[in-house]
């Protein structure tokens, strides 16, 4: 049977977790107390997400971030942090957790990271001998304001990555976060004019009261979301443009410079994106971001990892 697995050494933490995720699903949910534990339970059964504390004894979540990477890559991990370990939190999206949530927002935001996680696990079902003579496929979406959909379109541009064979396992749930970030930006932030503000004070759903009333007014309902990809056997291209006022990208902070701050920031989302794509960049106007991931190759850490799973 599906499940998702807790990882927590705090009985209360894990209570809390298990409540907010009964509320949002119907999967089964596991849990451990430790990384080790964690890890036995995957080997017997992979989950469809592991879900772990960042601070543990003995093995903490940066640690199992990594052994997971490595050992399952197609499953996703979200981290949960304390205050004040954002620049641990960036390290283990570096070594490849899929997101990570502050302890302080798991109400808020633990059900979303969860859900956005899960939709990048569809399979493709393109017969393998066809995807080999494919040299180039694009796809141009226009949408309204409808949050919901956001989901499934990230869902069919990972199937286009897949049937390209641009990204391995552990990239493919990366990519889909940054692909699900930038287009919840476009909707919220861009088309929308919502600020991270009013969205931490709503909840982020297409039907929360303050959405539903931006996207009946003019001139957010008359405002749509342009979603482009275009996929060579070497990369994917992904642009992805609202029609709001646009950002002075110019003043984001460095991310390489100084992480903690950038962690912290507002912007979220974009911290994401420049995680997890291999580049990106702005138009002049700022409404307007494109995607680049590169097809890689695969290494020996990829084809035969160590005994321990660690690099």
Known sequence: MNYL???????????????????????RLEYASTGWEALEQIESHLPLAVITDLQMPEMDGLELTQIVRQRFPS???ILMT???????????????ATDYVPKVKLAAELGRAVEAALSATAASGRDPRLQHCLRLEQAHF?????????????????QMTREMAIV????RLRLSKALFEALSNAVYHGNLELSAEELDSHSR?????????????APYRDRRLVVEATLSPNEGRFVVRDQGPGFDYRSEPNLAADLSRVASNERRGLVLI???????????RGNEITL??????ATASQTSPDRDGVA
């Open 5 to 27: 697995l807790v990882v927590d050494d705090s009985a209360l933490d894990r209570q809390l977790v298990k409540s907010l995720l009964e509320r949002r699903f119907n999967h």
């Open 75 to 77: 499953v996703p991990v």
């Open 82 to 96: 304390a205050f004040g370990s954002e620049t641990l939190a960036v390290e283990a999206l570096m070594r490849g």
């Open 142 to 158: 226009e949408l309204d304001n409808d949050a919901d959909l956001i989901p499934t379109l990230v869902d069919h541009l990972l």
């Open 168 to 171: 391995d396992e552990a990239d």
């Open 205 to 217: 759903t297409a039907g929360s009261e303050l959405v539903r009333q931006r996207r009946e007014q």
């Open 274 to 284: 420049k995680l997890f794509v291999d580049d990106l960049c702005f138009n002049e």
């Open 292 to 297: 680049i991931k590169y097809k890689r190759p």
